[in-house]
Each structure stands twice: as C-alpha cells, then as structure tokens.
C-alpha cells in the first residue's frame, strides 16, 4: 500500500528565505505526482504536476524535483513571502490504484514579515 | 482551464435535515470525481469516488447511506448529506481529474463548511 510522508509538519521562516519541503513516497509505481496548496478553510489549489518521466517543473518562485527511484520528491521556493503561508500537500497517482491519490500529511508554513 | 466550483461553500443545518452540496467541472468533462472530508489541521480523507452513469465507489467506514452521491452526467457530481448530526459538521471537498487519462492533474472546488447545530 502506498504511504506518503512529508517532512517537516511545519515550518516557520523569516521572510525572504529560500526553503524546502520534503515529500517521500513508498512505491515508485506512479503515474505522477502533485503538489497542492491549501489555504485556511479553502481548497486545494493546484501549483505543479510532474509527471512519472519527468525530473523537475517550475512555476515562477515554485520547483518541483521528482527522483522516483528514491520515492522522493522536493518543492523548493525561492525568497519566501508572508504570502507563501499555507499549507502544502503532495500527493502521488500510483499504478495500481485507478484514479485515486495518495496524499502526504502536508507541511504547515508559515513565513514570518 | 480545468475549474471545479463547489457550492455552496457554507452551510449550516439543523439536526436531522438533509444538505446537498454539488461539484461541477466548469471547462472540462470528469467521468470521475471524488469527494474527501477533512477535520480541522488534518489532511483529507477519501469518502467516495463518484463514477459518471454509475453507482459510487464508499471508502471502508463511509455510510453510503447517510452520503449519498450522484453523478448524473459528466460535468456534475452532489453528495447529500442525509439525516444529519453534529458529528458530520466537518469540511467537504470534491475534485476531478480530465477523463480516464493518467497524465491530468485533479483540480478541487473550493470545499464546503457544513455546520449542523
């Protein structure tokens, strides 16, 4: 059975600062993987999908590494904003599964003025 | 492209009433569409997976009885909330994913606070 962990479960940073969020995954058998993020009370807003054959995507301040061998996947953002605070999920589409996802705990960010 | 917009985005019902909150796909078709539920600071929680023309697919420990779902047609999923308590008072979120394609992203609504008093 697929299991998703993300490290850490929060995290509080000082504006401006380059940070990295840990997905890990335990099946390498996936289809892709997504990278959501979630504001109080809200839903899920989509920031990037790669692909099982892709290596990274970006998207502005946003890149995401995939290395699926080691079931490890990587969201990096650049010069962190009070806006970056939220919460960040990641979810795999493994093989076996049909349509469904495989989401990790998330990471709780917090991005201090 | 690819929007999802639940309504209504709060309820709050009286105890043993019913409550119908829809997920539509607004640009694309989604022959399947999931509905999670999500407790405070917790991630989501897979409830159902909703098929287009079919029958819902209930995850272990989902009353498929108190939550029933419809997916009439492809651009349209409603789970209803039958005979609601306090303890159902939680956040819904549908999401839907491009056809039976594997290399689509899901997109999710915006989620619903159901609050029965």
């Known amino acids: 059975k697929q299991e998703v962990t993300q490290i850490p479960a929060a995290l509080s940073v000082p504006e401006g600062e380059n940070l990295v969020l840990n997905c890990s995954f335990t099946?390498?058998?996936?289809?892709?993987l997504q990278w959501f993020r979630q504001d109080p009370g809200k839903g899920l807003t989509s920031l990037l999908l790669?692909?099982?054959?892709?290596r990274e995507q970006t998207s502005g301040r946003l890149n995401a590494s995939l290395d699926k061998s080691s079931g490890r996947s990587t969201l990096y953002i650049a010069a962190s904003q009070p806006g970056d605070s939220a919460t960040y999920l990641c979810?795999?589409?493994?093989?076996?599964?049909?349509?469904?996802?495989?989401f990790g705990g998330g990471t709780r960010l917090m991005v201090k003025p | 492209g690819a929007v999802v917009s639940q309504h209504p985005s709060r309820v709050i019902c009286k105890s043993g009433t019913s409550v119908k909150i829809e997920c539509r796909s607004l640009?694309?078709?989604?022959?399947?569409m999931f509905w999670y539920r999500q407790f405070p600071k917790q991630s989501l929680m897979l409830m159902a997976t909703s098929n287009e023309g079919s029958k819902a697919t209930y995850e272990q420990g989902v009353e498929k009885d108190k939550f029933l779902i419809n997916h009439a047609s492809l651009t349209l999923s409603t789970l209803t909330v039958t005979s609601a308590h306090p303890e159902d008072s939680s956040f819904y979120i549908c999401?839907?994913?491009?056809?039976?394609?594997?290399?689509?992203?899901?997109?999710f609504g915006s989620g619903t606070r159901l609050t029965v008093v």
């Open positions: 999401s839907a994913t491009r056809g039976r394609a594997t290399n689509y992203g899901y997109t």
């Open positions: 099946d390498s058998a996936i289809y892709n």
């Open positions: 979810a795999v589409r493994p093989r076996n599964a049909g349509n469904m996802l495989t």
């Open positions: 790669i692909q099982s054959s892709q």
């Open positions: 640009d694309f078709q989604a022959t399947t």
